[in-house]
């Protein structure tokens, strides 16, 4: 699947709740259900500080993709963390630097990307980035 | 105090001072916004919002220069708002008062000012463990500079200043102690006035943080007899850019100026600058002229309440969210001082302020989640951050009650 469809299909997922609280359930559910980090990344160099909730992600390279685990102290948090590791996790480099990530606003969770202290999340995407331009020049 | 309770919430016209907070009635979320971050920012009333209003729309023009009458009458302005100021916090002088950005800068010009003068190797700066960053990190960056030492007062495990600890930390090195009058995220009122004489039983002057006790309290200079007193005019129902620092003529002429430039001179040559008297020799530049106005607008508002009443009810409004917060299971308020300000933090077992502070949002509630600027109390308690609620007396029992549904349903989501 590509970043574009995997993008869709959750825009998709998210449009069946027309109410806030469905649409942060269902998030809250995909926080719990995300594949835990290995404890021995859950370090302070993997750290991705927010204000107030943190953000712990480390990725692998694997057969020329990136493959990313994570996880959060904030479950709400942990919740947008699982929907970026599926858009992004097991794409090339250059899919992903190229990622436009337009489905936070399609299932109106801007507010968790707005460049405030609050959480991890905008630097989580711009270290995804960021590992993903660093395996692009190894590679 | 019983008795006060009673009348607080029957004589105060609830109903009429949330309809002079234009904000109050504006919807979040499609909810009507419930406001429980007043320990942040306070909302404004329309007295305040037409002070600032009129400035621009008429009275706008440089003050302390000009000859014509736009810049003769709001300099008057200006100044009268010094003097309102001055009588609220019951100033020996009007001079004692500088406006500033906010309690930080006054902390700051403080801390730079006091410490080019009086502070040098070895000496010791006493704080305490419940102080917000900004009376934390002026004083930590003065001892780097100098080689002096901080020193700081312990808590207890409800969240009051070991008093015991404090005088045996003042000592013949101690040349400043800087203590938060209310702690923004327990709400302990600290006993000032006995810090201070203290303090000034060994010739150690006080600095208070009053930030988080001007819209709770009156902070009486002259019965307190501290030497600086700071805070922000924000907190207290006016706008946001402007504070103020109290202090006294003796310590105000004896320090150095902070910021110099436009304003604060007597004559310039290129070999020597005379410094003008206070207050000007602590105001470089243009100052946020509406905002001292629009700060003298909040407090003849405030004053027509009365803070009196305004204690009596948020005390109300705190001991009856209190009552209801401790039977929530899991549920565990982080600072239960005996003397307490309107203000709860607390955190949930299992569960992480910030998606509390989330789903709240989403309901229209306003509180604040996180650390609240004080890292170094988080350690003392050994958590990552609260919920804060903490309420004005524009804020209801019925808004409560709201919050308290709201939290039960966030706790039942994110377990």
């Known amino acids: 699947m590509t970043i574009e469809e995997t993008e869709q299909e959750i825009t998709e997922e998210f449009e069946l709740f027309d109410d806030w609280m469905g649409k942060y359930e269902h998030l809250i559910d995909m926080g719990k259900s995300l594949a835990m980090i290995d404890e021995k990344y859950k370090t302070d160099d993997k750290i991705i500080k927010g204000c107030q909730s943190r953000v712990w992600m480390h990725s692998e390279w694997k057969d020329g993709k990136i493959i990313y685990t994570a996880d959060s102290d904030a479950i709400i948090t942990k919740g947008m963390v699982a929907l970026m590791i599926r858009v992004l996790s097991n794409h090339t480099p250059d899919e992903i630097i190229n990622a436009k990530l337009e489905f936070v606003e399609k299932i109106g969770l801007t507010q968790h990307l707005s460049p405030t202290r609050s959480n991890g999340l905008v630097s989580m995407i711009k270290q995804m980035k960021l590992d993903a331009l660093a395996y692009k020049v190894q590679s | ?415």
Request: proline residues 4%; charged residues 20%; negative net charge.
């Open chain 2, 1 to 415: 105090m019983s008795d006060s309770k009673i009348i607080a919430s029957e004589i105060l016209p609830i109903q009429k001072i949330r309809a002079d907070f234009p904000i109050l009635s504006r919807k979040i979320n499609g909810k009507t916004l419930i406001y429980f971050d007043n320990g942040a920012t306070s909302q404004k009333p329309q007295v305040v919002i037409d002070a600032i209003d009129t400035y621009y729309k008429n009275q706008n023009a440089n003050i302390h220069r000009g000859v014509h009458t736009l810049s003769q009458k709001i300099t008057m302005a200006y100044e009268n708002a010094r003097t309102t100021i001055q009588k609220h916090l019951n100033a020996e002088h009007a001079h004692e008062i500088i406006f500033t950005k906010g309690t930080t800068d006054s902390i700051n010009l403080v801390a730079s000012s006091f410490g080019k003068k009086f502070i040098s190797s070895g000496d010791e700066i006493i704080i305490s463990a419940m102080e917000h960053h900004s009376n934390i990190l002026p004083w930590q960056q003065l001892c780097e500079e100098k080689g002096a030492i901080l020193k700081v007062v312990p808590i207890n495990d409800e969240g009051e200043l070991v008093m015991e600890e404090y005088k045996k930390l003042l000592n013949e090195k101690t040349r400043m102690v800087a203590i938060t009058h209310i702690s923004n995220v327990l709400g302990t009122i600290n006993p000032v006035k006995e810090i201070i004489e203290l303090a000034h039983a060994k010739n150690i002057p006080v600095l208070v943080d009053g930030a988080q006790a001007v819209p709770h309290t009156l902070a009486n200079m002259q019965e307190l007899d501290c030497d600086f007193y700071c805070f922000s005019a924000h907190k207290l129902f006016g706008p946001t850019g402007v504070g103020i620092l109290y202090g006294k003529e003796k310590w105000l002429n004896a320090i150095p100026p902070y910021q110099v430039g436009g304003g604060t001179i007597k004559t310039v040559s290129f070999d020597k600058t005379e410094y003008a008297d206070l207050p000007l020799k602590f105001e470089a530049g243009t100052p946020h002229i509406e905002g001292g106005i629009g700060l003298a607008a909040a407090i003849n508002y405030v004053n027509e309440i009365g803070l009196d009443n305004i204690a009596a009810y948020e005390h109300e409004l705190l001991a009856y969210a209190t009552e209801a917060l401790i039977k929530i299971e899991g549920l565990k308020i982080i600072g239960t001082a005996k003397n307490k300000a309107s203000v709860i933090s607390f955190i949930v077992e299992g569960l992480h302020p910030f998606d509390i502070g989330t789903i709240l949002d989403q309901l229209g509630i306003a509180v604040r989640t996180g650390h609240h600027c004080t890292q170094p109390l988080m350690q003392c308690y050994n958590i990552q951050g609260t919920v804060r609620a903490s309420f004005a007396f524009y804020n209801t029992k019925a808004e409560i009650d709201e919050f308290l549904k709201g939290l039960e349903r966030a706790i039942k989501m994110l377990k």
